[in-house]
């Protein structure tokens, strides 16, 4: 049976996500925030995901990753509490990269966020 806490996520699109320089800087914003992250990359679409303790942490990291200016940059959830199976589970140290919308997707239904994330990315609709 999992677990499922509070956390304040978020959820951000871009129109891609290649460049290994911003990445880091991504990465390493996580880190200062305490953030966890989850990115899609290697092309259309970008998919970024993030969860923390506290919504000025989850704030802070999506400032940090605006000013990276990708682009069109869409923040269509913005940093909210948000009930989550398992939070904190995200691999390499709050850091995880997948290069699959697909793979994307199966992290966010682990997580109990699938309609979340469909509803964000515009799959699906809101009822």
Known sequence: ???????????????????????SRVKKAAAMHNVNVLI?????????YAEGASEAAVSSWVDTVQALRYKDFQCPWKPAANQVQSPGQIKDGGFEEVTSVAKF???????????????????????
């Open 1 to 23: 049976m999992s677990r499922s806490t509070t956390v304040f996520t978020t959820l951000i699109r871009t129109h891609h996500i290649t460049s290994r320089k911003k990445l």
């Open 40 to 48: 899609r990359s290697s092309g259309p679409p970008g998919i970024m």
């Open 105 to 127: 997707s199966e992290r966010m239904e682990q997580r109990g966020l699938g309609g979340w994330w469909r509803i964000g990315m515009g799959y699906k609709t809101s009822d």
